[in-house]
């Protein structure tokens, strides 16, 4: 298993954002929890596209922003599932958010997949103790397609 590293880099591409999340996908692991922030347009989905095709599960990876969570079945027998989530037409109506969380009923996933929440920041850290945290922003100034990525492992 690779070390679970932090760290940040600047992506110039849609191909960086992949690559950045293949690496990451690579160190995670069934119980892991990864929470995805970052404006609309910053790459949350495309980095999760990465993250799949390193954890070799079923796709298309897409936005999951009208279904709130979609679950892609592992390749290989005894690797985790990816379950891709968007809190962000949660987060919008101004709702019970704990109450919607409950309804998803991730929780019963965490010990068989792994979780990936887009706009979850503040929310998605109850499904586990220890996550990685990602964020995604539009560098200032720079091209159309330059992204920044930070991204750490709770403690």
Same mark, same amino acid.
């Given at each position: 298993?690779?070390?679970?590293?932090?760290?940040?880099?600047?992506?110039?591409?849609?191909?960086?954002? %992949?690559?950045?999340?293949? %690496?990451? !996908?690579?160190q995670?692991?069934?119980?892991? =929890?990864?929470?995805?922030?970052g404006? $609309?347009g910053?790459?949350?989905t =495309?980095?999760?596209? !990465?993250i799949?095709?390193?954890?070799? =599960?079923? !796709?298309?990876?897409?936005s999951?922003?009208?279904? $709130?969570?979609?679950? +892609?079945?592992?390749?290989?027998?005894?690797?985790?599932? $990816?379950?891709?989530?968007?809190?962000?037409?949660?987060?919008? +109506?101004?709702? &019970?958010?704990?109450?919607?969380?409950?309804?998803?009923?991730l &929780?019963? &996933?965490?010990?068989?997949?792994?979780?990936?929440?887009?706009?979850?920041?503040g929310?998605?850290?109850?499904?586990a103790?220890r996550? $990685?945290?990602?964020?995604? &922003? %539009?560098?200032?100034?720079?091209?159309?397609?330059? %992204?920044?990525?930070?991204?750490?492992?709770?403690?």
């Amino acid at each position: 298993m690779p070390e679970r590293d932090t760290g940040t880099a600047v992506l110039t591409s849609e191909a960086d954002t %992949r690559a950045l999340g293949a %690496r990451l !996908g690579a160190q995670l692991r069934a119980g892991d =929890v990864v929470v995805v922030t970052g404006p $609309l347009g910053a790459g949350k989905t =495309v980095l999760t596209k !990465g993250i799949a095709e390193a954890m070799e =599960v079923d !796709g298309p990876i897409t936005s999951p922003t009208y279904v $709130l969570a979609r679950v +892609h079945p592992a390749r290989r027998d005894g690797a985790p599932a $990816l379950v891709h989530v968007d809190f962000y037409r949660l987060l919008d +109506h101004g709702g &019970d958010l704990e109450a919607e969380l409950d309804s998803l009923d991730l &929780d019963t &996933d965490l010990a068989d997949a792994v979780v990936v929440v887009e706009w979850g920041e503040g929310i998605a850290e109850r499904l586990a103790e220890r996550y $990685l945290a990602i964020r995604l &922003d %539009r560098a200032a100034g720079a091209a159309e397609t330059e %992204r920044s990525a930070s991204w750490r492992w709770s403690a």
